[in-house]
T-cell receptor, first 112, second 115 residues
Framework: NAGVTQTPKFQVLKTGQSMTLQCAQD?????MSWYRQDPGMGLRLIHY???????DQGEVPNGYNVSRSTTEDFPLRLLSAAPSQTSVYFC???????????FGEGSRLTVL | AQSVSQHNHHVILSEAASLELGCNYS??????LFWYVQYPGQHLQLLLK??????LVKGIKGFEAEFIKSKFSFNLRKPSVQWSDTAEYFC?????????????FGAGTRLFVKA
């Protein structure tokens, strides 16, 4: 049971570089989301998707793009990385009805 | 701004002590409530949830939480903590009128249990 898989686990970027965090789930969940976790601030919702082709903004969407071409995949793109985007990123999918979120193991991103 | 507040950022307890972690939210209407736990080096996992019915809900590992609607609270409790409960605990709320599409988290409480 893979659940939610994120790659890479660690990444170091220079300011201005771009990159994509990958997220895949094998539970056939329609809903997927991206959070960032920062000390003292908990998890903040970046973007979410309620199904293939449908995405929407969360609490802190600026500087991030998402797309959802398939049910399984929900990549998060940083077009021009900034030091303020140094964080741990978590992808999650949601079980219908119960609303339980299933999280990936996280991706630690450092922007220099 | 509407939010989820966790009162304690850090809690240190000795084994066998009782635990209560506070959580308040500021959304009106019907909400869904959750507690998640993140053990060191692991990803978040669900401890318990409340949707409706009995306001006292029981979760895994002996944890329970009580929903008090009049106080907009959903406090987490455990009668006797163990060293293995050392973790970060997050309260989360799915606000009304979002179709269940947004889950908002509190800032988290780091619990350290001394053996």
């Amino acid at each position: 049971n893979a659940g939610v898989t994120q790659t890479p686990k660690f990444q170091v970027l220079k300011t201005g570089q771009s990159m994509t965090l990958q997220c895949a789930q094998d539970m056939n969940h329609e809903y997927m989301s991206w959070y960032r976790q920062d000390p003292g601030m908990g998890l903040r919702l970046i973007h979410y998707s309620v199904g293939a082709g449908i995405t929407d903004q969360g609490e802190v969407p600026n500087g991030y793009n998402v797309s959802r071409s398939t049910t399984e995949d929900f990549p998060l793109r940083l077009l021009s990385a900034a030091p303020s985007q140094t964080s741990v990123y978590f992808c999650a999918s949601r079980r219908p009805v119960t609303g339980e979120l299933f999280f990936g193991e996280g991706s630690r991103l450092t922007v220099l | 701004a509407q939010s989820v507040s966790q009162h304690n950022h850090h809690v240190i307890l000795s084994e066998a002590a009782s635990l209560e972690l506070g959580c308040n939210y500021s959304y009106g209407g019907t909400v869904n409530l959750f507690w998640y736990v993140q053990y060191p080096g692991q990803h978040l996992q669900l401890l318990l949830k409340y949707f409706s019915g009995d306001p006292l809900v029981k979760g895994i590992k002996g944890f329970e939480a009580e929903f008090i609607k009049s106080k907009f609270s959903f406090n987490l409790r455990k009668p006797s903590v163990q060293w293995s409960d050392t973790a970060e605990y997050f309260c989360a709320v799915t606000p009304p009128n979002t179709g269940g599409f947004k889950t908002i988290f509190g800032a988290g409480t780091r619990l350290f249990v001394k053996a």
